[in-house]
């Protein structure tokens, strides 16, 4: 059976009170590829929408790449942004005229409107402010998580929104990505029966850990945003989503163990350039992770000329967070946190955030009365209590080219895509991921981080 049939009897059987493996395997073998149908609200453009991206660094990236690819569909033709190599190299793939080009957001709104939307992907602690301008200005935006680092932010955001009839896109980008749309659908269709609970697990990988939470923008949550926002909003949302029921308590643990002053090795230094006497030996020796393997180098603005680099990483490391000892660093967040969740009708969930894994990716069990779900992003594994039967699903981004290596599992373009047709159409519908649907799990991160810091269980209320 070919995909569009498979989807096509899939479908039809969203009547029946439960669709089990044993009508799944139908296809005729327990496992197959699949990618995300198409969206059937999309629609024909008769022009690219207008941006500008106010935050020109990694993330700004991510979505300039996808008008780059698709200038038919997003033509960005302004950018914010006061670090003069990336303003530089985003104009340039832009084509950007220099009265668009501006060092801070506050010039941007200086002007009268003169785009049909923003990308707001400047650092966490700056999405507030630039996102309340724009939509008192007319602009739709698409606003990089977190939506604010308050709670009281997220909501003034949200009631703007309402007022103004704007559409604000929360780049909860796993609500895309067809790993997760898959099992959102499974899960709806009742697949394993009724939901009784989920396990997930995101293990972030100790090298990235050190790189972005320890040296990297987000090491002190006073600055930027806690942990559970800035890395694991993602998570708290897309266990919201699945689950589709209101959360109504949630309790967290956790603390930072490791990476502290009294844990530095002795004869380590202050940077791992100063003589370090454990460096080579240290798994997070700065050298051995930027100069050596040349891994995680978007952060170092390097030049053009690859025959420069080598000399602009060692200067990097001397000169910057990045090659600082990882146990001498600012830093507050924690390297290890567990929440457990009560959901509605009985259901609930626990989530771990691990610093300290060899690997990435996240993890997921569903628990259901008729069936369980395992995942690790490169497939969902169903078993079926009734018939035993287990079947495969495989995930493809590929309904558009490139949109595999977009990121997040293919969800970075993907959203990009639903984007561009909801400020298109003027249609919020079109999106998964608007801040109405969004601001729950928000809401639930800074309630874990309450419960965290005062050992008391907390109450949800939206």
Same mark, same amino acid.
């Given at each position: ?128 402010? %630039?996102?309340? *301008?724009?939509?008192? #200005? /007319? ?5 990089? =998580?977190?939506? $604010? &680092? ?95 029921? %209101?959360?109504? *308590?949630?309790?967290? #643990? /956790? ?5 502290? =002053?009294?844990? $530095? &090795? ?197």
């Amino acid at each position: 059976m070919n995909r569009r049939n498979l989807l096509k009897t899939l479908s039809l059987s969203l009547g029946a009170s439960i669709i089990s493996t044993e009508v799944l395997g139908s296809v005729g073998k327990n496992s197959f590829l699949y990618s995300n149908p198409a969206n059937s609200l999309h629609r024909p453009q008769k022009k690219a929408i207008t941006v500008i991206t106010i935050g020109a660094g990694n993330r700004g990236m991510v979505y300039g790449n996808f008008a780059a690819k698709f200038a038919e569909e997003m033509d960005i033709i302004g950018v914010a942004e006061p670090v003069k190599y990336r303003n530089d190299r985003y104009a340039r793939i832009h084509k950007i005229e220099d009265k668009n080009r501006f060092n801070t957001w506050e010039d941007v709104f200086k002007r009268p409107k003169f785009a049909d939307a923003v990308i707001i992907s400047t650092p966490d602690n700056m999405h507030y402010a %630039p996102c309340m *301008k724009a939509l008192e #200005m /007319g602009y739709d935006v698409l606003l990089e =998580k977190p939506i $604010a &680092p308050t709670e009281k932010e997220c909501r003034e955001i949200l009631a703007l929104a309402k007022k103004k009839g704007r559409i604000v896109a929360v780049c909860h980008v796993l609500r895309y990505a067809p790993y997760f749309v898959k099992m959102k659908e499974l899960v709806a269709k009742g697949a394993i029966g009724d939901i009784i609970s989920v396990q997930h697990f995101e293990p972030i990988e100790h090298t990235h850990m050190a790189h972005s939470f320890v040296r990297g923008n987000w090491h002190n949550s006073k600055k930027t945003t806690p942990i559970i926002l800035a890395k694991s909003c993602h998570d708290l949302d897309i266990i919201k989503w699945v689950i589709n029921k %209101p959360a109504k *308590k949630i309790v967290a #643990m /956790g603390d930072l163990k490791w990476f502290k =002053k009294e844990n $530095a &090795p002795e004869g380590s230094t202050a940077r791992c350039t100063d003589g370090c006497k454990v460096e080579r030996e240290c798994p997070y020796s700065a050298i051995k992770e930027y100069y050596d393997k040349r891994k995680r180098l978007s952060v170092m603005d390097l030049p053009a000329d690859k025959a420069m680099h080598a000399e602009a990483i060692m200067a990097n490391l001397k000169t910057t967070n990045y090659g600082r000892c990882v146990y001498r660093m600012d830093n507050d967040q924690p390297d290890h946190y567990v929440t457990s969740i009560q959901f509605g009708d009985s259901v609930t969930a626990s989530f771990s955030m691990e610093a300290f894994t060899s690997y990435h990716g996240r993890r997921t069990r569903i628990m259901g009365s008729m069936g369980d779900i395992v995942g690790d992003m490169n497939e969902l594994v169903i078993n079926d209590f009734k018939t035993g039967k287990t079947l495969k699903f495989i995930p493809k981004a590929e309904d558009v080219e490139g949109y595999k290596n977009s990121g997040h599992g293919g969800g970075d373009w993907l959203l990009a895509r639903d984007f561009v047709q909801a400020v298109s159409q003027q249609n919020p519908n079109i999106l998964t991921s608007t801040i109405d649907d969004s601001i729950e799990s928000h809401i639930m991160g800074f309630m874990a981080e309450e419960s965290r810091k005062t050992n008391k269980v907390m109450d949800i209320k939206v």
